[in-house]
């Protein structure tokens, strides 16, 4: 391990000067620039992204194919313990929340270049703290779905009101929108672990005696995935 | 590429407290995606109440809006822009053929929607009115 970190720590501090002398194609050049470990989590992600997009184009096309799917507005109408009308208000602020965690992890990206442990570890819980308030968030949403308005992944009644009575709507909504969303949440909730493990790291001083805090800039991108994630899953399922 | 250098300087040349360049521009790109959701969530209320965006047009603003707002996040946030181009096109490449799922997968969906609506309003009848007839001979 500590092999791998000194080799990285070299390969990264002489910047390719050479590049414009010796051509991209000539060797003794690294093509990326970035360390393994960076390089990985960016390929990882790419895989990650290639599945939500099959999982979010699968739910466009069953909804394209559909010839009714229940209005957002409607589904999601709630929030919190306050009772009607009140669409996107819910979803806008887990979306800000996000955003904000979001903000808070590239300060603590910022910090680490400085070398600044405090600072690091300070806006590493505030990010932590925005992600369990996403998750409580979800947790309320789920639970106003599920034991309010009976929606499974096989049937729920969100479909047109006829004669003032509602009937089923398709039965795939309720599939689509726990799985994607479940999904997400699922992500979210390996990336504050994934956080709070790098905190706990930061704490104990190990990025100090490393000499760079690489690992927050790691666990950063699959943050800002996941925030990336949220936007289309937002767009997807509430505005569209 | 400029960025880490800058990054640098600061390091040894210990900057003054609350106006680091840096930090600035990142809450420059919190400023901007806040902005945009917030004119998403306004729009989307629009039309609720007013009906006044017509769907289609809605539809097309908050897909644009939404590539927006991944442009800032990955470009600024995961810092793509500011990497080498070779890791850029490694990565925005793959992503081209999303382009043709998307496009594909919904044309299918369309068409089987179609496929139902034609089955409803033409199969259907057809067969029943066949049944009947079978009955009466």
């Not at chain 1, 590049?19 to 050049?29: P, Q």
């Not at chain 1, 620039?33 to 790419?46: D, E, P, R, T």
């Not at chain 2, 369309?110 to 057809?126: A, F, G």
Request: aromatic share 14%; glycine share 6%.
């Amino acid at each position: 391990m500590s092999n791998s970190v000194t080799a990285t720590a070299t390969a990264t501090t002489p910047v390719d000067t050479t590049t414009h002398t010796r051509g991209w194609w000539r060797g003794g050049v690294s093509p990326f620039n970035v360390s393994y470990g960076k390089l990985m989590m960016w390929i990882f992600l790419l895989s990650d992204t290639f599945t939500f997009c099959a999982l979010l184009v699968s739910y466009g096309s069953t909804r394209f194919s559909e010839p009714y799917w229940p209005d957002p507005n409607h589904v999601f109408d709630k929030f919190f313990f306050l009772e009607g009308d009140l669409p996107l208000v819910s979803v806008s602020l887990m979306t800000f929340i996000l955003i904000v965690s979001s903000v808070t992890m590239v300060l603590a990206v910022h910090a680490g270049h400085k070398m600044r442990r405090k600072e690091t570890a300070k806006w590493m819980v505030f990010t932590i703290i925005g992600g369990l308030l996403f998750l409580g968030c979800q947790a309320f949403e789920w639970a106003d779905l599920i034991m309010e308005k009976g929606v499974t992944t096989a049937h729920n009644m969100l479909g047109p009101i006829v004669n003032g009575h509602p009937t089923p709507g398709p039965g795939t909504f309720g599939a689509f929108f726990f799985l994607i969303t479940g999904f997400h949440g699922c992500h979210v909730f390996s990336g504050v672990v994934l956080n709070v493990v790098i905190l706990i790291n930061i704490l104990k001083g190990t990025y100090d005696k490393r000499g760079h805090y690489e690992m927050v800039e790691k666990v950063g991108l699959y943050w800002h995935f996941v925030d990336l994630v949220w936007v289309y899953v937002f767009t997807c399922f509430y505005l569209l | 590429m400029e960025n880490t250098q800058a990054i640098e300087a600061q390091h040894v040349g210990e900057d003054t407290e609350g106006r680091d360049p840096i930090v600035k521009s990142l809450m420059r790109v919190f400023w901007i995606l806040l902005a945009v959701t917030v004119f998403e969530i306004a729009l989307a209320f629009l039309h609720y109440f007013t009906h006044f965006p017509p769907r289609a047009l809605l539809n097309a603003v908050f897909i644009v809006l939404t590539i927006v707002k991944a442009f800032y996040i990955i470009g600024e946030f995961m810092h793509l822009r500011h990497e080498l181009k070779t890791l850029i096109w490694t990565f925005l490449i793959p992503l081209s053929l999303l382009v043709w799922a998307i496009i594909a997968f919904l044309w299918d969906g369309n068409s089987w929607q179609q496929m139902r609506d034609h089955e409803r309003r033409v199969i259907e009848p057809t067969t029943q009115w066949q049944k009947a007839a079978e009955v009466n001979h």
